[in-house]
């Protein structure tokens, strides 16, 4: 019998986590094949520090999550919401997966950690669209990112 599909081996809190993760993948599938149609525009913003991943060979995804991500920039921009607002939201995620990881609720856990790696990349791209980047807000950053 194939492990991944017995509920007795996750029990109901497992199957209904799995079932979720894989919803997520399909979707960022969905969305990828929907971003190569669309032009695969790059990210200005990924170019201008010289981001990578893999050595360049998986570029593709970095500038499709971030071309996914800008809906979110703009929406959290029309909202008022700041690059401060998206650091403290992930330093209470970051403190929400310790805490989750403490009582054994690890897909939980998962989720706000990947949540806080969001988080954190919200905040510098809402303070370059909004030019608000300052001296500052690098230095808090950096520092929440450390407990993050």
């Known amino acids: 019998m194939c492990w991944l ?4 081996y996750f029990g109901r809190g497992g199957e209904m986590a799995l079932r979720l993760f894989m ?3 399909l979707a960022a599938f969905g969305s990828m094949a929907v971003y190569s149609f669309a032009g695969r525009r790059r990210d200005a913003d990924v170019q201008s520090k010289s981001g ?3 050595g360049g060979r998986a570029d593709f995804v970095l500038h499709w999550f ?3 991500m800008e809906p979110v920039t703009r929406t959290s921009i029309r909202l008022g919401l700041t690059a401060d607002f998206y650091n403290w939201v992930g330093l209470v995620l970051g403190v929400g997966s310790g805490v989750l990881i403490a009582f054994g ?10 949540l806080s790696g969001v988080a954190d990349i919200m905040d510098g791209r809402v303070s ?7 001296v500052y807000g690098d230095f808090i950053d950096s520092t929440l990112d450390r407990y993050i």
């Open 5 to 8: 599909c017995d509920a007795e």
């Open 66 to 68: 971030m071309w996914l």
């Open 23 to 25: 919803s997520v993948i």
């Open 105 to 114: 609720h690890l897909e939980l856990a998962g989720w706000s950690i990947a």
């Open 52 to 54: 990578q991943l893999l």
């Open 128 to 134: 370059r669209a909004t030019g608000k980047t300052s």
